[in-house]
Each structure stands twice: as structure tokens, then as C-alpha cells.
């Protein structure tokens, strides 16, 4: 159960940081072009900022997610299936018996 909820919060942090990396303005200005003024929602500095900001925390957030989920993966992968289908008898061994075992002797023509 929890590492399907850390594998959607995997998938979800990943969306999130594609998008804030497509956001951010570079050479060739990337999808900030579409986003319209962004003065007047991020400040007087831009989105620039605000964007480096948001890519590092979601990064980082990805990154000790990615450390959890390998950990947990790791602890489940030490245990078998089979270990938990042995079923657990009551069954003893006979017993030996008490007397040792004699040869046949072999007889001489």
C-alpha cells in the first residue's frame, strides 16, 4: 500500500517538475513564451525566481522519494514467496533402529 501511494506521488512530482522546467525562460525562451505576464503573479522580478525555486523543492521532493522507494523495494525484495508457503508439519522421522545392521556373510565354494 505505501509504495503504490509513494509511486503516485512519483508520477505526480514528475509531471510537476517537467512542467516547471518547461516554464522557465532559456535560450530559446521554452513554453514561458505561452504563459502570458507573469510580472504581475510572480513579483517584479519575473517568474524567474519563483521558478528556480519551485524546480529545486520539487526536485529534491523527487529525489528523496526516489531514495524511499528504492529502500522500500529493496526490504521486500529479502523476502520470499516460498518462505511463506513452507507450511510447518508435525511430522517426525521414524527412528532408527537399535540394532546395528549385520552383513551377510559370504559363503566359499
Do not use: C, H, R
Not at 79 to 99: F, L
Amino acid at each position: 500500500m505505501t509504495t503504490s501511494l509513494l509511486l503516485i506521488i512519483q508520477i505526480v512530482l514528475v509531471v510537476i517538475l517537467v512542467i516547471a522546467v518547461l516554464l522557465q525562460k532559456s535560450s530559446s525562451i521554452g513554453l514561458g513564451a505561452y504563459s502570458g505576464s507573469n510580472e504581475s503573479v510572480f513579483g517584479a522580478k519575473g517568474p524567474s525566481s519563483f521558478l528556480a525555486k519551485a524546480t529545486f523543492t520539487v526536485g529534491f521532493l523527487f529525489v528523496v522519494n526516489t531514495i524511499t522507494l528504492g529502500y522500500m523495494y529493496s526490504q521486500s525484495a529479502q523476502s520470499s514467496v516460498v518462505d511463506e508457503m513452507v507450511p510447518t508439519t508435525d511430522v517426525t522421522a521414524p527412528a532408527a533402529s537399535a540394532t546395528p545392521a549385520t552383513t551377510p556373510t559370504s559363503t566359499k565354494k
